[in-house]
């Protein structure tokens, strides 16, 4: 991704700095510093936190973080004294403080900002979200792991954002514990993450819409629909599944969940632990390496053990069963043919329980369908002549 602030231009993809647009040489660990204090914006980062993230944990003096600080000023015409770009916050870390812009060659059509705004769900939790875009509106089902500013700039969600915004304004929002909602919430059945979705769709004034439900964000889609056809226009459901993996008959697949539950316990958001590399491993085993380690960061961003723990027991407990019958929309299932989150036979079982919905099988091993595969463009194909072909 590319960012920009005051005279500077920060190139993530091809690791280049330029001021002024000059490209100014700077040192790979100064430059992830840079990096990573883009990536989070007026939040404070610990000194812990930079060490993690920046030098993998290993055992690093203060001096030496505060020499690459100095030098990462001093790349984008900072100091100490002024402090404009990166702020000292005295005895616990620093924060980025420049203003943010996305850069020319980053914006695309109708996708030129977001701007994140707060609901409260029928049992107060406060649900952040977004709507870019232009077109029919598109609502994206909230899903395990989402941040609505990390996701703005990630090279795992930010092309289908682009290109979803191409065609449709595309309202999406974070769940309830995790991203830039409320971490402290309940978080325990369907019915609430479909409380949340509701809360969403009056907030941003949608009267009739589509919805996008991918991996758990299907079940909750799914109980939308059934519960209001009068709003649904068509349903679009990719990656998911009709009973979560503690439900289901296959007891290899409820092996799986505990095992995930076990790793998750004792290596979230820790670079390099077991379950970083199985996390990865499993959504994304096609992605680049800049996609993967998006992916990971992810996750100390969005939500904490705890609750990602919450979540995840939550969501393999969701049973979307009995609502299947129910759905009247114009329906279309897609799933990529090796899928190692959730199997093709869900999505099978899912086109098969909807009246006349459609099916698309998509040749991936990636349960997050990324640009450079070729089901990139039938997943988009597929999508843009369900949705305009059928207003």
């Keep these: 991704m590319k960012y920009r602030f005051g005279p500077c231009d920060l190139d993530t993809a091809n690791h280049v700095l330029t001021v002024n647009g000059q490209a100014r040489q700077v040192e790979p660990q100064v430059f992830d510093l840079l990096r990573y204090m883009v990536e989070n914006p007026g939040r404070m980062v610990s000194r812990?936190?930079?060490?993690?993230?920046?030098?993998?944990?290993?055992?690093?003096?203060?001096?030496?973080?505060?020499?690459r600080i100095s030098a990462a000023r001093q790349a984008v015409d900072d100091d100490g004294t002024r402090q404009a770009v990166i702020k000292t916050v005295p005895r616990r870390g620093f924060r980025f403080v420049a203003a943010l812009e996305p850069a020319a060659s980053a914006i695309s059509p109708g996708l030129a900002g977001q701007r994140v705004r707060f609901t409260a769900s029928s049992d107060g939790t406060q649900i952040a979200y977004a709507t870019t875009g232009a077109g029919m509106p598109l609502v994206r089902a909230g899903h395990w792991l989402s941040h609505l500013e990390h996701d703005w700039h990630s090279p795992v969600w930010r092309p289908l954002l682009d290109e979803l915004g191409r065609s449709f304004a595309v309202t999406r929002y974070d769940q309830r514990g995790n991203g830039l909602s409320d971490w402290d919430a309940e978080i325990s059945s369907l019915d609430v993450f479909v409380d949340d979705l509701s809360a969403v769709v009056d907030a941003a004034g949608l009267d009739r819409f589509a919805i996008y439900g991918t991996s758990q964000g299907a079940p909750i889609a799914i109980a939308y629909a059934a519960r209001h056809p009068?709003?649904?226009?068509?349903?679009?459901?990719q990656g998911g599944y009709v009973r979560g993996r503690m439900l289901r008959a296959a007891a290899a697949e409820r092996e799986q969940g505990q095992a995930l539950l076990t790793l998750m316990r004792h290596g979230w958001g820790k670079a390099g632990s077991p379950f970083i590399k199985t996390f990865t491993t499993l959504y994304i085993p096609?992605?680049?390496?800049?996609?993967?380690?998006?992916?990971?960061?992810?996750?100390r961003l969005t939500t904490s053990p705890e609750n990602a723990i919450k979540l995840r027991t939550a969501v393999d407990n969701f049973d979307a069963a009995d609502y299947l019958g129910k759905v009247l929309c114009p329906t279309l299932v897609l799933h990529a043919r090796n899928d190692a989150i959730h199997?093709?036979?869900?999505?099978?079982?899912?086109?098969?329980?909807?009246?006349?919905?459609?099916?698309?099988?998509?040749?991936?091993?990636?349960?997050?369908?990324?640009p450079q595969e070729p089901a990139w463009q039938t997943l988009f194909d597929a999508i843009r002549g369900f949705l305009l072909e059928r207003q």
């Design 48 to 67: 812990d936190e930079l060490i993690e993230a920046v030098w993998g944990g290993r055992i690093v003096s203060d001096s030496t973080i505060s020499a």
């Design 286 to 299: 096609d992605g680049t390496t800049e996609q993967t380690q998006s992916l990971a960061e992810l996750q």
């Design 230 to 237: 009068q709003r649904v226009s068509h349903l679009i459901l």
């Design 343 to 370: 199997p093709l036979d869900q999505g099978r079982k899912l086109a098969a329980g909807i009246t006349n919905a459609e099916f698309v099988m998509l040749e991936s091993a990636n349960h997050v369908i990324l």
